[in-house]
């Protein structure tokens, strides 16, 4: 496939694309479900503005055996701090996720008056597979997971904010995240 093409899409997939749409315009994921398309124009490789690295997408492009694996991902969500508690107020609190990016979704959408959106726009969805059993870090140390990856979610790809490394050490894997603190070099004066 190549790094952007127009592909049909599973049930599933409509269904996670429509559950995204139903929290962004506080309705239901069956009545937004029309708005997604059978067919979708999904994009392989994408570069944050401001001088970022090239992340590609796992289910798109095709990695070559001698190359780094550029898939996986730093992303931020605002959750819900009491969603385990029905009858709570929501608190939403940002945190950040690692994960596999698998595809990146181009939805055109057409004006919404029902959803105050009175012009047509495009939005930029990525499909993603959260890193499962992420430790919290020992003082400023890197985070680890166990290998293995989650069901796949859909998001905004402006959540998206960094490609991250990984290195296998000792039947886990570490993750290398050159957006803290540890990342930056400091150099003293002579």
Known sequence: MRPSAVVGLAN????KI???LSVRFSSSAQAVLPLVPQSIEVWGKVRRLDGGDTIHAFKVV???PDSRDATFVRYSLDVDRFAHRARWESDFETRAFFGQLQRIFVLPLPPLPQYAQSESQVILLAEVRQCAGVSQPKADGPYYYNGSLGVPEVIDL???ECLIGRVEDRG???IVDRSNALSRVLMPED
């Not at 599933?12 to 269904?15: G, L």
């Open 62 to 64: 095709k990695m070559r």
């Open 12 to 15: 599933i997939d409509r269904q």
């Open 18 to 20: 429509a559950r995204h």
């Open 158 to 160: 402006a959540c998206i």
């Open 172 to 174: 886990q894997w570490g």
